[in-house]
């Protein structure tokens, strides 16, 4: 599909409803809620992860879930029940010290650009 309509309007989120999008480290999290052509709304949630090639070029690892209506309310509770468990059993961690915060930086894509 191309980039631009007819009349040269962007068109590569037409079916894009709504859009949020969380910042963890060196990876970002995509929740866009599109459309189908019947209007038909479902999610899709984006991994995009900073990598770098063999020249020190960075480029992003995408993974994508496409999750569908009729899955929503199972999806939906296996995530809260994963959460639980999670909170309920996770072994005490030490926190991290200042050195290890600053390997955990928040990606500016500007920086990318140039």
Excluded: C, W
């Excluded at 459309?35 to 960075?58: C, H, Q, V, W």
């Excluded at 992003?60 to 309920?88: A, C, M, N, Q, R």
């Amino acid at each position: 599909m191309d980039k631009y309509d007819k009349q040269g309007k962007d068109n590569r989120d037409s079916n894009e409803v709504f859009s949020k999008s969380v910042r963890a480290g060196n990876r970002t999290y995509f929740f866009d809620v599109k459309a189908t052509k019947r209007n038909e709304y479902y999610l899709n949630i984006t991994e995009s992860k900073r990598k770098f090639d063999d020249s020190g070029k960075p480029f992003f690892e995408k993974h994508k879930i496409f999750l569908y209506k009729e899955d929503f309310e199972k999806f939906s509770d296996s995530l809260v029940d994963v959460f639980d468990f999670i909170k309920e059993n996770q072994p005490e961690i030490e926190p991290y010290n200042e050195e290890e915060k600053s390997k955990f930086t928040d990606l500016n894509f500007d920086d990318l650009s140039k």
